[in-house]
């Protein structure tokens, strides 16, 4: 059932690539896994899917202890400073830098380790008050100071879109996301790169890939609806 689900979202990357001149091979589709079990893990690692993401840290790192690893674990949630010391060397991408302190708690931590920690920035694109992530005029401020600090390397953007019944209503946050993005390369800042635009949920990922994303975060449309116990 899963690896059908998970066929029909790679098609669908597959066209939306076609469609806006781009190869498939520029999109990663992170597997997003929070809250379900690791047998539903295996049963995509089988057909071939890498890429996992979890929001949470424990939760991470216990289904990792339990998965194979040759698995490239996605950190996507936002993540506390007082527990950036048990995911160094543990995380393929952390998605979600937000603040200054927490670039430097990163970078700390990372060199305590020998370490380099692979970050993009996360942009408030539509500043919705609910979401975490920088303001899109606090984006290169960020970027400059994280710059500096050594184990740390910035190699894109990342963005939550708002929920809305019509994907098509957020083109405008994605393609205001990639042409931060390009402004900031044009910047040409030494130790970052803004090779990575990660945007795009089950609800938008299409139109994502078509404005330039290259790591769509998909849950539910491989996973199913999740449960939350309260
Ligand atoms: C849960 C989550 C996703 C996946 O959401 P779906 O709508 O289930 O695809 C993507 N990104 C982040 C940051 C998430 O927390």
Redesign the pocket.
């Known amino acids: 059932m899963l690896n059908k689900n998970l066929v029909e979202v790679e098609k669908n990357i597959a066209a939306a690539c076609k469609r806006a001149g781009r190869s498939a091979e520029e999109v990663t589709l992170i597997a997003?896994s929070?809250t379900k079990p690791v047998s539903d893990i295996l049963e995509i690692y089988k057909e071939g899917q890498r890429a996992f993401?979890e929001?949470k840290v424990q939760e991470m790192l216990k289904k990792q202890a339990a998965s194979p690893g040759d698995i490239k674990w996605h950190l996507?949630?936002h993540l506390q400073t007082n527990k950036v010391k048990s995911i160094i060397g543990k995380t393929e991408l952390v998605?979600?830098v937000d603040s200054q302190r927490l670039a430097e708690t990163i970078s700390k931590e990372a060199l305590k380790q020998g370490a380099v920690v692979n970050c993009l920035i996360e942009v408030n694109v539509a500043q919705e008050e609910s979401k975490f992530g920088v303001s899109v005029d606090e984006t290169l401020p960020l970027i400059r100071a994280a710059a500096n600090l050594p184990g740390l390397r910035i190699c894109g953007l990342m963005t939550?879109a708002p929920f809305v019944e019509n994907p098509e209503e957020n083109r405008a946050v994605f393609r205001q996301l990639r042409q931060l993005s390009v402004d900031i390369a044009g910047q040409n800042i030494d130790n970052v790169s803004m090779k990575v635009l990660s945007m795009g949920?089950?609800?938008d990922?299409i139109v994502a890939v078509e404005e330039g994303s290259t790591h769509v975060?998909?849950?539910?449309?491989i996973f199913g609806e999740?449960m939350y116990s309260i």
């Open positions: 997003v929070k993401g929001n996507i949630g998605h979600s939550i949920m089950t609800n990922y975060r998909v849950g539910t449309a999740r």
